[in-house]
Nanobody, 124 residues
Framework: QVLLVESGGGSVQAGGSLRLSCAAS?????MGWFRQAPGKEREGVAA????????YYADSVKGRFTISRDNFKNTVYLQMNSLKPEDTAMYYC????????????????????WGQGTQVTVSS
């Protein structure tokens, strides 16, 4: 397991942008983002392998969110544009040493390490 520390959450109006960052304590192949709104299950938002060739997104964020990696800094980013009130949630960074899998990345049980979360609030 690695230690994950998120930053960059906050409050923004609909249509605005935020950039989340997650720094890992060491190299780890697959990193991603999940979110959980009050009363709802945690859901996968995006994932990216260290090689840069495998990136995955939830349908609800495609075209608005972009995941990227800085492997020298062991950091993953989530650029969130055109934010909507329904994007309001606690956002969690996740990491796992195995390859990012297109068929399983969005399952909570696919990930071995989790950050403590950062709140994103989008007002209408």
């Amino acid at each position: 397991q690695v230690l994950l520390v998120e930053s960059g959450g906050g409050s923004v109006q609909a249509g605005g942008s935020l950039r989340l960052s997650c720094a890992a304590s060491g190299y780890i192949y697959c990193m991603g983002w999940f979110r959980q709104a009050p009363g709802k299950e945690r859901e996968g938002v995006a994932a990216a392998g260290a090689g840069g060739g495998s990136t995955y997104y939830a349908d609800s964020v495609k075209g608005r969110f972009t995941i990227s990696r800085d492997n020298f800094k062991n950091t993953v980013y989530l650029q969130m544009n055109s934010l909507k009130p329904e994007d309001t949630a606690m956002y969690y960074c996740a990491a796992d040493p195995r390859f990012c899998n297109r068929d399983s990345w969005y399952h909570v049980l696919s990930w071995g390490s989790w950050g403590q979360g950062t709140q994103v609030t989008v007002s209408s």
